[in-house]
């Protein structure tokens, strides 16, 4: 393995460990659930996304075996169901929220 592809590694890997402690923060500091939903989605998604890509790039070059897909199973269901998982959850919260508000005479909800 060379040095460049040993700094991409590390780089991939830093910058996952960086996003993931960024959603982790914001899912423990945002005030409102909606707001505290972007953290995990977003966020750490695509920290876990670096880190898989660096653990595809470190086993591919490694003993010069061929190209690692293992972890891409991984990270293909993780982009593909954090996305839906938020806004299942992101629906349901504002269905509570909406059940919750007494209506108007109008049927409209009030503040």
Same mark, same amino acid.
């Given at each position: 393995m060379n040095a460049a592809t040993e700094f991409a590694i590390s780089l991939l890997i830093i910058v996952g460990a960086?996003?993931?402690?960024?959603?982790?923060?914001?899912?423990a500091r945002l005030p409102d659930f909606l707001m505290?939903?972007?953290?995990?989605?977003? #966020?750490?998604t695509l920290g876990v996304g670096a880190m898989l890509l660096?653990?595809?790039? !470190? !086993?591919s070059t490694a003993d @010069?075996? @061929?190209?690692?897909?293992?972890?891409? #199973?991984?990270?293909f269901f993780l982009f593909i169901t954090a996305p839906v998982t938020a806004h299942l959850l992101a629906k349901a919260a504002?269905?509570?929220?909406?059940?919750?508000?007494?209506? @108007?005479?109008?049927g409209q909800n009030m503040p």
């Open positions: 960086l996003f993931v402690l960024l959603g982790s923060i914001g899912l505290r939903l972007h953290g995990p989605t977003k #966020a750490t660096a653990s595809a790039a !470190f !086993f @010069d075996s @061929d190209i690692s897909l293992h972890e891409l #199973a991984p990270l504002m269905h509570r929220r909406s059940k919750s508000r007494p209506a @108007d005479s109008q």
